[in-house]
């Protein structure tokens, strides 16, 4: 299993060198359900936002669209970062790219909005969930949301050659704790480029603090 920073690093890399974003199974054309959960929280175009293993995403593209001017995408593949600010052009410069792994990133600011879709699916030992919510709660502004998207309890049990964890609405919820209020819970089948459907489970809440 790869757990080491650099070796996820490697693994990624890997992966999103091999294919074109387009054809990777996470491959979404519009974040659909992410989208919807910002506007079900109130999310406004002001706050600050951090897309966590964000990738090659196209949530970036569509919060510009949306007018937000405080947006960072994060993710471990310095490769998967360089094709969506390829993907963006110009708009680039709007979006501040951090290379980092969110188990030991260490924020340097504070954010109004965390959006996760598919990376705490991936930390399957307790130690790693407990690393992931330090960072979390490190990073979030008072009263911040938070919007996480796993693969739901009949998804897929590996994804990418790695092992994933499985939640439904109440086990993810479980996992934020009570410093949370969970305002949204949605079920999404992701149909993938190959036509596979992939089952995900969405949370959306706020923190108390």
């Given at each position: 299993m790869v757990v080491d920073a650099t070796d996820l690093a490697v693994h990624w890399d890997r992966l999103y060198s091999q294919q074109r974003p387009s054809m990777l199974s996470w491959y979404q054309e519009s974040p659909a359900a992410s989208l919807a959960l910002f506007d079900a929280l109130g999310v406004r175009p002001d706050q600050a936002v951090v897309d966590v293993g964000g990738g090659a995403s196209t949530l970036a593209d569509s919060l510009i669209r949306r007018g937000f001017g405080d947006l960072s995408v994060l993710d471990v593949s310095q490769t998967a970062l360089d094709q969506a600010r390829q993907r963006l052009g110009n708009n680039a410069a709007l979006v501040s790219w951090l290379r980092e792994h969110v188990l030991v990133w260490r924020?340097?600011?504070?954010?109004?909005?965390?959006?996760?879709?598919?990376?705490?699916?991936?930390?399957?030992?307790?130690?790693?969930?407990?690393?992931?919510?330090?960072?979390?709660?490190?990073?979030?502004?008072?009263?911040?949301?938070?919007?996480?998207?796993?693969?739901?309890?009949?998804?897929?049990?590996?994804?990418?050659?790695?092992?994933?964890?499985?939640?439904?609405?109440?086990?993810?919820?479980?996992?934020?704790?009570?410093?949370?209020?969970?305002?949204?819970?949605?079920?999404?089948?992701?149909?993938?480029?190959?036509?596979?459907?992939?089952?995900?489970?969405?949370?959306?809440?706020?923190?108390?603090?």
């Open positions: 924020p340097q600011r504070r954010y109004d909005v965390w959006h996760d879709r598919a990376v705490f699916h991936f930390l399957v030992e307790e130690s790693q969930r407990e690393a992931y919510l330090a960072t979390l709660h490190a990073a979030l502004a008072p009263h911040a949301s938070v919007v996480i998207g796993t693969f739901a309890a009949d998804g897929p049990e590996q994804c990418s050659g790695l092992p994933v964890a499985r939640y439904d609405p109440e086990g993810l919820a479980g996992v934020l704790g009570t410093d949370f209020d969970v305002l949204q819970r949605r079920h999404e089948e992701h149909v993938t480029p190959a036509g596979v459907i992939q089952p995900f489970t969405w949370i959306a809440a706020t923190s108390r603090t």
